[in-house]
């Protein structure tokens, strides 16, 4: 990997700032690496809002072992959102500095990366020896990598996903029994392909789906959920109804909005 990382230690404060640039444009450069930061600061905009991904190396050896071993030796890394970024971690100007940086990117195409290093170095004192620990940090943005699909701006009104079935009225009890809780199960599937858990966004529907699987109430009454797509970071309306009436179907199909309709008894 190039450019080769320079060496930290006994580095005083300044040399070794200048070298986080370099280890910067590594990153840049590192396509593995980049890609991997990228899913962290898209994820981490669309579900906390603007903020900087954090690169944390708990001492400068580990921070050069990353430009022989890539990806693998990367420092801790953590999305932090710019209100929770702390002046006493890294001093008022880069504090400063990286705020307006979360507060100006446009998170569609760039990300905001912090990296921190802690020095530990002996300070001259009398008597036992003394040493202080000291994060040494630095904050540039950066072009997301090309491999992250971000949605087209036009996507304003999203589809409407309707998750339904047919009647099971004429099947075995043992039979139905199979099939609701196939049902349930591609309903859950569904959502979390949008990166939503009903079982823990939505308790009460999660409740009441369990009470039709297991045959405490004989019909599911159709429900309307908002949740949002982890995604598109918007939200998307969600209609479960189960076992439906086929005229009440084509009727919500035709409101005059974008549908796309998932039989949860033939989904994959």
Request: aromatic share 8%; glycine share 4%; proline share 6%.
């Amino acid at each position: 990997m190039s450019p080769k990382f320079l060496k930290f230690v006994d580095l005083p404060e300044p040399k070794l700032f200048s070298h986080l640039a370099t280890y910067q444009a590594a990153i840049k450069e590192e396509k593995e690496t980049l890609h991997h930061l990228s899913l962290i600061a898209r994820r981490g905009y669309l579900s906390q809002g603007p903020g900087a991904v954090k690169c944390f190396f708990p001492c400068p050896e580990n921070a050069e072992k990353f430009l022989d071993g890539g990806l693998s030796e990367l420092g801790e890394l953590t999305y932090v959102r710019w209100p929770d970024l702390l002046p006493s971690e890294m001093g008022p100007q880069l504090y400063s500095e990286l705020v307006a940086m979360c507060k100006g990117y446009n998170p569609d195409s760039k990300l905001v990366l912090y990296v921190s290093v802690c020095v530990v170095s002996e300070t001259p004192a009398s008597g036992a020896v003394k040493w202080e620990r000291q994060l040494v940090s630095r904050c540039a943005k950066m072009r997301l990598s090309r491999d992250i699909c971000v949605p087209e701006k036009d996507q304003d009104n999203p589809e409407t996903l309707i998750l339904t079935c047919n009647s099971l009225d004429a099947l075995s009890e043992d039979r139905v029994k199979e099939l609701k809780e196939m049902s349930i199960n591609n309903v859950q599937k569904q959502l979390r392909l949008r990166g939503v858990s009903l079982r823990r966004q939505h308790p009460v529907i999660f409740k009441q789906l369990c009470a039709y699987a297991n045959g405490s109430c004989d019909k599911f009454t159709p429900i309307t959920v908002y949740p949002k797509d982890v995604n598109t970071g918007k939200s998307f309306m969600c209609i479960i109804m189960l076992e439906a009436d086929p005229d009440s179907l084509r009727q919500v199909e035709s409101a005059g909005v974008k549908v796309r309709t998932v039989d949860v008894l033939c989904a994959d």
